[in-house]
T-cell receptor
Framework: KAGVTQTPRYLIKTRGQQVTLSCSPISGHRSVSWYQQTPGQGLQFLFEYFSETQRNKGNFPGRFSGRQFSNSRSEMNVSTLELGDSALYLC???????????FGPGTRLTVL | DAKTTQPPSMDCAEGRAANLPCNHSTISGNEYVYWYRQIHSQGPQYIIHGLKNNETNEMASLIITEDRKSSTLILPHATLRDTAVYYCIVSFNYGGSQGNLIFGKGTKLSVKP
């Protein structure tokens, strides 16, 4: 069974731009969660989607948004990029929304 | 904030058991103890979770004290590939409105030859 895939793996953007990251969960998994990882703040929860609905949201500004499609694939968008948005963005999927989550390799975003 | 306390780092000799402690004194009755690890530059990997009873799978064993205020993750025969940051997380079994995984700083385990 294929694991969680994330595209792109690496991305360089400049301040003020916007970016869309994609996550394909494990086949059959209905829940997708997104996390941001930085050296200073560690792994922080962004939001979780289950059956196309956002169920929970972490403490991030409205510039961070996401959505989930009917095939469970998910995208997250960051608008008006800031230098501090440089991070590893991780996506995780789980079968029924439980906390046994399977993580993808992440997208490394660099904002210049 | 994370509800757990873990030592920032530990060393273990290759082939020996690695015992990673975790304190979670404010755990509630319905919250589980989860363990994840993150090998450098990879996404976190689920290891094991439990509620009250000790649990074992092919990767590790989880020992939870009777009062549930602390637990220990045991890697029975550590290898160099077990070098990683290990996260102990207290959470409800289902995410969503009940809560998702809140990662703390974890324990950096270094397995040495």
């Amino acid at each position: 069974k294929a694991g969680v895939t994330q595209t792109p793996r690496y991305l360089i953007k400049t301040r003020g731009q916007q970016v869309t990251l994609s996550c394909s969960p494990i086949s059959g998994h209905r829940s997708v969660s997104w996390y941001q990882q930085t050296p200073g703040q560690g792994l922080q929860f962004l939001f979780e989607y289950f059956s196309e609905t956002q169920r929970n949201k972490g403490n991030f500004p409205g510039r961070f948004s996401g959505r989930q499609f009917s095939n469970s694939r998910s995208e997250m968008n960051v608008s008006t990029l800031e230098l501090g948005d440089s991070a590893l963005y991780l996506c995780a999927s789980s079968l029924n929304g439980n906390n046994e989550q399977f993580f993808g390799p992440g997208t490394r975003l660099t904002v210049l | 904030d994370a509800k757990t306390t873990q030592p920032p780092s530990m060393d273990c000799a290759e082939g020996r058991a690695a015992n990673l402690p975790c304190n979670h004194s404010t755990i509630s009755g319905n919250e589980y103890v989860y363990w994840y690890r993150q090998i450098h530059s990879q996404g976190p990997q689920y290891i094991i979770h439990g509620l009250k009873n000790n649990e074992t799978n092919e990767m590790a064993s989880l020992i939870i004290t009777e009062d549930r205020k602390s637990s220990t993750l045991i890697l029975p025969h550590a290898t160099l590939r077990d070098t990683a940051v290990y996260y102990c997380i207290v959470s409800f079994n289902y995410g969503g409105s009940q809560g998702n995984l809140i990662f703390g700083k974890g324990t950096k385990l270094s397995v040495k030859p």
